[in-house]
């Protein structure tokens, strides 16, 4: 393994996210701009790529898992997972969206309930809110995962198949070979996007957890107490990353799917029980009616920018996530079938992403449609109250709060947890056990980086800039397509085992 003083990936990466933080506190305003400018050249020329390429990945993985390389392992063929599948899901729903969603749950389908997706249909109506489910879902669902499971299962296959790493550059290696250079390239953009990526998830959610604060004990919204628990979550998730990913990550994510079941759990019988049914039922049915048109929605002749601000937003996002989330998911499903593996991703967070929409941004529905509160309203002046304004109006709220602080606490302590790692892999040849040491440098880089964008309010323009890098990134990931099927035609396809009976 090369010192990673040496390696050339973690030289550039960090020098590169040195230089943006400097420019980025120094001229927050200029950053923002030019950022803007980029993300808007990006998303409004290549917008139809966005579109068509996820919707391609989502078919492409489909065709896969029931087709006979479905019953490849990943892994030597004889192997098991490595993880109990509650623990599998857990580290899949943490790192993937997990403090996304607390944060989103509530927030988008009240979005689109207070400005909806359609010009001609009236705000804050049935209608209104019957559409916003149906895309909140259509957002949540699989598209949004087939991203992760495309460059997770080659990662994975490469990894545990063929005894390779699990850089980036490697699982493109049968499309564009060996070159230094290209390889390079290519590793440092996955580090780039990682790190930003990460630092802007941690700032929204200590925005968010300010928020909950304040609702709760009345702290103010200030730079000071965000930078308080910044400290904090820096100071438990080097903690936990010390104690490796078999303590500490998998400890951390069965917490957190076991707190997210019993908020679930608690909001769906205290909350409009039946309306939030009726609602993922319907939610459902408009999702896979709506697939096909919603996957290729544009409007190129009524205009408008909410298909850009929205859909084209998170596909981009999602990309521009892939190389982290895609190497924390293939580095947990070891053992597991391409085709297990494919449903497991695609199938399960999804469905659990669904049920979260519902229970909680139904209940928020079902209040300002049936008891005429102004969740809506509040949430269109601020999104970080969307959750804890909800909350008013159920039993217990300050418990409620209490629990989603805690529980969007421990979520961010397992992506930052997860993102040293993979970092640390990234800038260590793909070593599955990365040098402590290098796990401390990038989860300190990553707290200073969410700190400074925090005191300088920067961090919408290092978001933004972040996803300028899911244009090329969807480049890739059509190349790991045809990498992965030029590998696996030379594949053995396991035999049916026969049963005594059938003979």
Known sequence: MKKPLKNPVFIISSVVIFILVVIGAMNPEGFRVVAEKLFSFTTINFGWFYLISVFIFVFFLIGLAISKYGKIRLGDQDSKPEYPFFTWIGMLFSAGFGAGLVFWGVAEPMSHFFTTPFPGMEAQTEEAARV???????????????????????????????????????????????????????????????????????????????????????????????????????????????????????????????????????????????????????????????????????????????????????????????????????????????????????????????????????????????????????????????????????????????????????????????????????TTNGSLKPPLFVKIVWGFLMAAIAAVLLVANGLDALQTASLVSALPFTVILFIFMYAFLKVIRFEPIPKRKVRKHDE
């Open 132 to 426: 916003a489910m149906g895309y909140s879902f259509f957002h949540w669902g699989i598209s949004q995962w087939s991203v992760f499971t495309i460059v997770g299962l080659l990662i994975a296959f490469l990894q545990f198949r063929k005894k390779k790493d699990g850089l980036i550059s490697t699982a493109v290696e049968p499309v564009v070979g060996k070159r230094r250079g290209v390889k390079t390239t290519i590793d440092s953009l996955a580090v780039i996007a990682t790190v930003m990526g990460i630092a802007t998830s941690l700032g929204l959610g200590i925005l968010q957890m300010n928020g909950g604060l304040k609702n709760v004990f009345g702290l103010p919204n200030a730079t000071w107490v965000q930078l308080l628990i910044t400290a904090v979550l820096l100071a438990v998730y080097l903690t936990s990353s010390s104690t490796g990913l078999n303590k500490g990550i998998k400890w951390l994510s069965n917490v957190n799917l076991g707190l997210c079941l019993v908020l679930l759990v608690f909001v769906f019988f205290a909350g409009p029980t039946i309306f939030i049914l009726n609602t993922f039922t319907l939610g459902i049915g408009d999702y896979i009616a709506n697939f096909v048109r919603y996957s290729f929605r544009l409007t190129p002749y009524q205009g408008g920018t909410w298909v850009r601000d929205w859909t084209i937003f998170y596909w981009a996002w999602v990309i521009a996530w892939s190389p982290f989330v895609g190497a924390f998911v293939a580095r947990v499903s070891r053992g597991r079938t391409i085709r297990e593996f494919v449903i497991g991703v695609m199938v399960v967070p999804p469905l659990i992403a669904c049920l979260w929409i519902a229970a909680f941004g139904g209940t928020a529905l079902h209040s300002d449609l049936m008891n005429g509160t102004n969740i809506a309203e509040a949430v269109s002046e601020d999104v970080t109250v969307a959750l804890f304004e909800t909350y008013q109006y159920l039993p217990m709220s300050d418990i409620l709060s209490l629990l989603s602080i805690l529980l969007i606490f421990t979520f961010l302590v397992t992506s930052a947890d997860s993102a040293t790692y993979i970092l640390g892999s990234m």
